[in-house]
């Protein structure tokens, strides 16, 4: 729970103190730029730098969290007025380039002072260790990744995000992460409670890497800063959940991210995935293999190889679709998020809570995306198919967004079952004890009701365009000319940024809500 306490009045004079020393760092950055030419991105990247040193010994002068939440909400106020203002250059985030020559604009200033916020409300009383590791980690190796990445960076990561991301700076992100864990792990070695209390060197070793593989994925995963906020959120979870959840064994959690790590480089071998979705996949596993072990692990092979699977097959009778749909078959980022995330959501919620009824969710949500996939799959595979509109019944080509079909709806079915199924193979406890038919009946209907809604929602608000190249209907926002110009489709119907991506993230929620209700309101649990 959020917690400001009560401001101690001994706490004024390092307050004022922080305040100064935090000005006259910005200032002396703004000297270097104006008076001394020195690179604008050098000097924020150094004030990066000196503010996690600064903000990791905070709670060592501080008694009460009210006067370093003060500050930092000072700073966040003034940043983003800053960033809009553009008046102090040391601050002030220029415009990255994109790979393919575009830009986006970074608010890192901004979300570093609310990441502090958050874990100083969070983590204050009881796990200040955790606040300072979390918090040194982003500011030390993020800088020097930069750093490093924009100096001397030459091999650019293809299919990864927004902003370019170099190897040389992810591997510098790694090492310094790594090193400064085990720093932290030895300083704090006292305060360490849980499933890190009193290991052997050699496993905190491994966590150490396992860890600082995690933000270094999430370091290049991200554009705009969110990686300042990202960052400590995610170190600040991971080490949290290790102290408080006696459920779980840093032995498992090793081993959970080591398996993610290699299904996330099977994926790229075999094309399920791209660059940036063998990242989310990695992050995505780690946490849900690593917590949940194989009773939540099964369940998510269970859709990702299926899927993946049925996804490869029928090529040639799904080529005429492939303009059609927004993507191909392999699966990027977003694709990730879109049928993975709200599972993902879900298992941090059940690693803090123990909630029995968020795997029921878990199981529905995970339904929901492989019903959509099936039914699309299924749909477009089966030989001379007819397809109706979800709304009008009206017929319509099959591929054809918010169309439904026998074949398809029946396989969304199957394809429901399949998931309670193999959570049932796994002897999962509360499946049996809520009953096995009722179990299967209830995920296959949750499934197949979110497959159902993702229809709805691509036959009503799911943006479509003509693709004036091929004179077709398309999810595609652009297509390529024969001579490899880019095109823009106009928009037909549906709001533009209604995507393929935000219709099956509503599907896996409407899956995981189903699933949920009818589990909390039968009071079983």
């Known amino acids: ?16 103190m922080t305040i100064a020393l935090l000005v006259s760092v910005i200032l002396l950055g703004e000297l270097l730029i104006r008076s ?21 010994f905070v709670p060592d002068y501080f008694e009460s969290n009210f006067y370093p939440v003060l500050a930092a909400l000072f700073f966040l106020l003034f940043n983003g007025a ?77 299919h990864l995000t927004e902003s370019p ?8 992100m790694f090492v310094i992460s790594f090193l400064l864990f085990l720093v932290c792990f030895s300083l704090f070695s006292a305060e360490i409670s849980g499933a890190l209390a009193s290991r052997p060197f050699w496993i905190l070793v491994l966590f150490a890497l396992l860890l600082a593989l995690v933000v270094t994925a999430v370091e290049a995963l991200l554009s705009y800063g969110l990686d300042n906020l990202f960052i400590p959120l995610s170190i600040a979870y991971v080490l949290y959940v290790l102290e408080m959840n006696h459920t779980v064994q840093l032995e498992s959690f090793l081993i959970g991210g080591a398996f993610a790590l290699f299904l996330a480089i099977f994926s790229v071998k075999v094309k399920f995935l791209n660059n940036s979705g063998a990242t989310a996949t990695f992050l995505l596993g780690t946490t849900i293999f690593g917590f949940g072990g194989i009773t939540w692990t099964v369940p998510m092979l269970t859709f990702y190889l299926l899927s993946s699977v049925l996804s490869k097959l029928g090529k040639k009778r799904k080529a005429k679709f ?10 990027d980022s977003g694709q990730v ?33 492989q019903a959509d996939t099936w039914a699309t799959e299924i749909g477009t595979m089966w030989p001379n198919p007819k397809a109706w509109l979800v709304t009008s019944f009206r017929e319509v080509p099959v591929g054809t967004s918010g169309g439904v079909s026998v074949p398809g709806t029946s396989g969304a079915f199957i394809g429901s079952l399949f998931i309670c199924a193999s959570a049932l193979l796994v002897n999962n406890g509360w499946l049996y004890e809520f009953g096995v038919v009722q179990s299967m009946m209830l995920i296959g209907v949750s499934g197949l009701v979110a497959s159902l809604v993702d229809s709805f929602f691509g036959a009503t608000v799911q943006a479509q365009y003509y693709d004036p190249i091929r004179e077709k209907v398309t999810e ?3 297509s390529i000319a024969e001579d490899g110009s880019m095109v823009e489709n106009r928009l037909l119907k549906g709001v533009a940024f209604v995507n393929n991506d935000l219709v099956n993230t509503l599907c896996a929620l409407s899956g995981s809500a189903l699933a949920y209700v009818v589990i909390e309101n039968l009071k079983i649990f």
């Open 1 to 16: 729970m959020l917690n400001l306490q009560a401001p101690f009045s001994q706490d004024l004079p390092a307050f004022f």
């Open 36 to 56: 001394f030419g020195v690179s604008t991105v050098v000097v924020r990247k150094i004030i990066h730098l000196g503010m996690g040193i600064v903000v990791f």
């Open 82 to 158: 800053n960033v809009f203002g553009g008046w102090l250059r040391s601050l002030h985030t220029e415009t990255v380039e994109q790979e393919g020559g575009l830009k986006v604009n970074s608010y890192g200033s901004m979300l570093f002072p609310l990441a502090f916020i958050l874990l100083c409300l969070l983590l204050w009383s009881d796990h200040k260790w955790i606040l300072q590791t979390a918090m040194l980690v982003m500011g030390v190796g993020d800088s020097f990744a930069a750093l490093v990445g924009s100096s001397v960076g030459r091999r650019h990561i293809e």
């Open 165 to 172: 991301k170099t190897i040389e700076g992810s591997a510098t």
């Open 322 to 331: 492939d303009l059609v749909f927004e993507k191909g078959s392999q699966r």
């Open 337 to 369: 998020y879109a049928n993975g995330g709200i599972a993902w959501i879900l298992m941090i919620i059940f690693s803090l809570t123990g909630d029995p009824a968020v795997f029921f969710a878990y199981l529905g949500t995970l339904a929901a995306v």
């Open 476 to 478: 595609r926002t652009h």
